[in-house]
């Protein structure tokens, strides 16, 4: 049995813990560079606002509807992920974290009511954090999902599913014909699983909610469609197949990249964003202890200018050996960015990509073993180092004087004119009370 744990629009919901007068208010957060809509409270869906819907398009709103857009805040969002996942974990046996939002939480063989204790964590959240979640309990994690989606439906829009399914919906005490015409009610389309190229394949042969897909033979849906909507409709016919992962896989690359807030055309500072991306890529290879073989680095301007010269190139570079060294992702980053700058344009992003990521415990030395050895030992050592003191005193303490100052830096960095204060992790940021 799992229960699938999931916020509220969750990055709307974090800003309201410290902004009460946001509440009942029509907002939204906006992506990188304050570009579009990434998520909306439930009364900026009232009023028509799509997921995804350019800033420019519905900045108007300001005034006549009252909207407030966010620039996005994600490590406040992070941090409060981080208190709510701690706090669901005591549902069940254990935990897997599907995203900054939602975690499946396995509670098989759990006695008692799982409804009663779903709505007690469920109040508890709320309570210590100031976060609302919706749960769904089900025998595999497709139904649980599935569960969820009938939960806040059912909160929100109360017409569409009984208001006792609201905030907590167990579709394992049900029985078949109460099952059936939830499933029946539910669009194929909002099933975990569907995307929506094969949900519009599925509704032109006939089969549009739930039940319908629940009762094909799995063995036709694979070779017409494909093993994944197989697995779906067994895990919708009761059928474990996919696995609990409460220990996630290592990542097979590590990204970073960013839009700039302004056209950057200078080598310089393009130096400096390429150094700042791959020192962070580099700190998150070091946490899944890991190193990398090959490092990418790319840079491009905008195809939204029809107007501007247009350019996009990248190159990958070999290690001498795979390693987790800031400095020595950042400089093959940035002898990367030498071959492949041209001057005279607007360039609009760039990035940095770690590839043939290998466990640390895995050595490649050269012929002078012993000197590199001691070498590798110390540079490790000076990384723990690095990351200890930005974990305490906040990222960019210590960085590579390459990756410029922070005036040097506003010239690349995102937009974020509308961004709130970073609440629970920045001393310089808390809520000051005044009585």
């Known amino acids: 049995m799992y229960a699938l744990v999931d916020g509220n629009n969750f990055y709307v919901s974090c800003e309201r813990v410290f902004r009460p007068d946001l509440r009942d208010r029509p907002v939204v957060v906006l992506s990188n560079n304050d570009g579009c809509a990434i998520a909306r409270s439930n009364e900026a869906k009232a009023i028509g606002i799509k997921m995804g819907a350019p800033w420019f398009q519905i900045e108007k709103l300001q005034d006549e509807l009252g909207l407030v857009g966010l620039s996005a805040n ?3 969002y ?3 992920s981080d208190r709510m996942m701690s706090l669901a974990a005591g549902l069940g046996h254990r935990q897997e974290i599907y995203s900054i939002d939602e975690s499946f939480v396995d509670v098989t063989g759990i006695r008692g ?5 779903s709505r007690k964590v469920r109040a508890r959240i709320l309570q210590w954090t100031g976060l609302p979640t919706c749960i769904g309990l089900g025998p595999t994690k497709t139904i649980a999902k599935l569960a969820n989606h009938i939960a806040k439906t059912a909160e929100r829009k109360p017409n569409m599913y009984p208001s006792h399914h609201a905030q907590v919906c167990n579709l394992g005490t049900l029985s078949k014909p109460e099952l059936d015409a939830l499933l029946q009610a539910t669009d ?6 569907v995307g929506r190229r094969i949900s519009a394949q599925l509704i032109e042969a006939g089969v549009t909610n739930a039940l319908e ?3 094909l033979d799995p063995a036709t849906v694979k070779a017409r469609w494909s093993v994944v909507l197989e697995r779906t409709v067994r895990e919708l016919q009761g059928m474990q197949c996919i696995e609990f992962e409460d220990h996630p896989d290592d990542k097979k690359q590590i990204a970073c990249t960013r839009s700039f807030g302004q056209p950057v055309t200078e080598r310089r500072h ?3 964003a390429l150094t700042e991306f791959a020192s962070r890529a580099a700190e998150k290879l070091r946490k899944q202890n890991g190193h990398a073989g090959q490092v990418l680095a790319f840079i491009r301007t905008s195809p939204f200018r029809q107007n501007d010269k247009q350019y996009s190139r990248s190159a990958i570079v070999p290690l001498p050996s795979p390693t987790a060294d800031t400095a020595q992702i950042a400089e093959a980053a940035i002898a990367i960015l030498h071959t492949i700058y041209k001057p005279n344009f607007k360039y ?3 990035g940095v990509m770690l590839l043939d990521l290998q466990p640390a415990t895995r050595h490649q030395y050269t012929l002078d073993l012993e000197d590199e050895v001691l070498h590798n030992e110390a540079r490790q050592r000076l990384m723990q180092t690095l990351d200890g003191v930005n974990k305490r005193y906040g990222r960019g303490t210590i960085k590579l004087a390459s990756s ?4 040097q830096r506003s010239i690349w960095q995102m937009k974020q004119e509308r961004k709130t204060p970073s609440y629970t992790t920045s001393w310089d940021e808390l809520c000051k009370v005044r009585t």
């Open 74 to 76: 994600f490590p406040l």
């Open 78 to 80: 992070a941090d409060m």
């Open 113 to 117: 009511d799982l409804t009663e204790r």
């Open 188 to 193: 194929v389309g909002d099933v975990w699983g």
């Open 213 to 215: 897909l629940s009762r």
């Open 270 to 272: 393009l130096q400096e």
């Open 348 to 350: 609009a992003k760039c």
């Open 404 to 407: 410029g100052t922070k005036t």
